[in-house]
């Protein structure tokens, strides 16, 4: 029963924590910085419980209907459009910011497409001023920096599908 409340407190307010985190984008790296122990704890906890380790009922298993799964997916996308804006200024040039830079849109434009595939995500991070749609509108200027190795392509597809 606790564990149930926890997980929906969880991961509604949660999310609102991420957007104060990087509301004036100077923040970096909520997960290791901005994160409160306690949300950690409580997806520990719901891991543990969904390996069948918990002691939660069947019928209370089920958190409210939240759209998005992952509640630090709008976290992964700062970091992804801050990537992308690394990637702007520093143009096609080289060292180990701008390499990092890359490498984390490759992995996340992978987790993405796993979020996508997995119906993990849903379409409200394809309205139009959503920061999922600020940072696709940015990455288009930088995919042939990111290169091969990225699902740029995948994306696409499911861009044509969607709109």
């Known amino acids: 029963m606790f564990l149930y409340g926890g ?13 104060e985190f990087y509301r004036d984008g100077k923040n ?6 901005g994160r409160s122990p306690h949300y950690i704890l409580l997806e520990k906890w719901q891991k543990e419980d969904a390996a069948g380790k918990g002691k939660m009922k069947k ?9 998005i799964e992952d509640s630090c997916f709008w976290a992964d996308v700062e970091e992804a459009l801050f990537a992308v804006r690394l990637l702007k200024q520093k143009g096609s040039g080289g060292g180990g910011e701008f390499s990092e830079a890359k490498n984390r849109l490759v992995v996340f434009q992978r987790y993405v497409m796993e979020q996508i595939e997995n119906f ?14 600020v940072w696709w509108k940015e990455f288009q200027e930088v995919a042939g920096i990111v290169g091969s190795g990225s699902s740029n392509g995948e994306l696409v597809n499911i861009f044509i599908f969607i709109f």
Request: hydrophobic fraction near 35%.
């Open 7 to 19: 997980t929906n407190y969880w991961r509604m307010v949660e999310p609102l924590d991420i957007a």
């Open 59 to 67: 019928k209370e298993k089920k958190p409210v209907d939240m759209r």
């Open 120 to 133: 993990a995500v849903d379409s409200e991070i394809f309205l139009g001023e959503s920061s999922f749609m």
């Open 28 to 33: 970096r790296d909520y997960k290791k910085q």
